[in-house]
């Protein structure tokens, strides 16, 4: 008999007493499981409660009696495991972690582990799909992604607003289900789990999103940003930058307003106006044809514009700063 509250009951999935049948429909609606009975077969009482909301799928999990629980490694996703009720033991790399109440596992993908669930336990099972996380850790970090994340298998730290986060969830699902029609709705939770996720529970990106003060500069911006100024008389068109730190334009120019603040062209148009302003005060010859060769080979010919973009950057005419 299930004596505990189901915070995902309107979407039912299964009930079974048999554990054979257990195993089928484990398998059918999350992922293959060996499940042993532990305790008395009598006793148990399987029932799952789900809802997909695109890149997570939410699972109320209930055994009833305590039960052995080995997963199939195989997958391409992430499972949290947070227990509601209940207390019980994970097994993973050798270490017994115990768990209980408001405790939160992260099982990576292809991870190796068995749980121990004892009698009355009830567990919240959050499947995020890898390349739905890692990509939105990447536009986190504004940078892709290169080395497979990975969490803490057993969160201790931080917990309070991740908790909050999941029971704000659970009770949307459960006082507002029009929501769950909504394809945007079941986006915007869905979205939120994640961002929680990778802002609370430890990894091994974490200090890298929560630089204090600062903004990292991806990979690819460092590189946009080199390769502008070792041609900065013959800058590259956007597609050009873009081949060259292997990204799209769009992820290019989002990374300069992120982290400078600025467009590619914009930043371009600066850092010329800074090269060509640092050449005329180190001129020599001070002629007025002096100016004119400068600018050519900065790969200026639009002398006319190029003087208005100056004095709105400088104050005053090319002209003015050659005879300094």
């Known amino acids: 008999m299930l004596n505990v509250t189901r915070p995902l009951s309107r979407h039912p999935l299964f009930k079974s007493h048999n554990i054979d049948e257990a195993h089928e429909l484990v398998a059918k609606h999350v992922k293959p499981h060996n499940i042993q009975v532990a305790g008395k ?16 799928s939410l ?10 629980v080995n997963p199939h490694s195989e997958s ?31 099982v990576s993908p292809s991870l190796q582990y068995q749980m121990q669930l004892e009698e009355e336990c009830s567990r919240i099972a959050i499947e995020i799909n890898k390349q739905a996380l890692e990509n939105q850790l990447s536009m986190a970090l504004g940078d892709n992604v290169d080395q497979a994340l990975e969490f803490e298998f057993h969160q201790k730290d931080n917990q309070d607003s991740w908790q909050n986060t999941i029971k704000y969830v659970l009770q949307q699902i459960q ?15 869905s979205d939120l789990l994640i961002a929680q996720l990778l802002q609370t529970q430890q990894h091994n990106y974490q200090q890298a999103l ?42 290019l120019q989002r990374s300069f ?68």
């Open 41 to 56: 077969e009598s006793s148990l009482d399987v029932q799952f409660d789900g809802l997909n909301l695109g890149d997570i």
């Open 59 to 68: 699972f109320h999990v209930y055994y009833g009696a305590a039960v052995r």
């Open 76 to 106: 391409e996703s992430f499972f949290i495991q947070h227990t509601l009720s209940g207390n019980g033991k994970v097994q993973h790399q050798g270490k017994e972690i115990r768990t209980q109440n408001s405790d939160t596992v992260i």
């Open 175 to 189: 006082i507002a289900p029009q929501l769950m029609e909504s394809e945007a709705a079941k986006k915007a939770l």
């Open 210 to 251: 929560q630089q204090p003060g600062e903004i990292m500069m991806p990979t690819h911006l460092r590189k946009a940003v080199d390769f502008i100024q070792d041609n900065i008389s013959n800058p590259p068109s956007m597609i050009e930058l873009a081949a060259f730190c292997n990204t799209s334009v769009r992820t």
């Open 257 to 324: 307003s992120r982290c400078l603040n600025d467009t590619p062209l914009g930043y371009i148009r600066k850092q010329r106006l800074a090269a060509i302003h640092s050449a005329l005060l180190a001129a020599k010859d001070k002629e007025a044809g002096q100016l004119t060769r400068i600018l050519l080979d900065f790969g200026i010919t639009d002398l006319g514009r190029f003087a208005r973009y100056y004095r709105q950057r400088y104050g005053c005419k090319p002209s003015d700063t050659l005879k300094k």
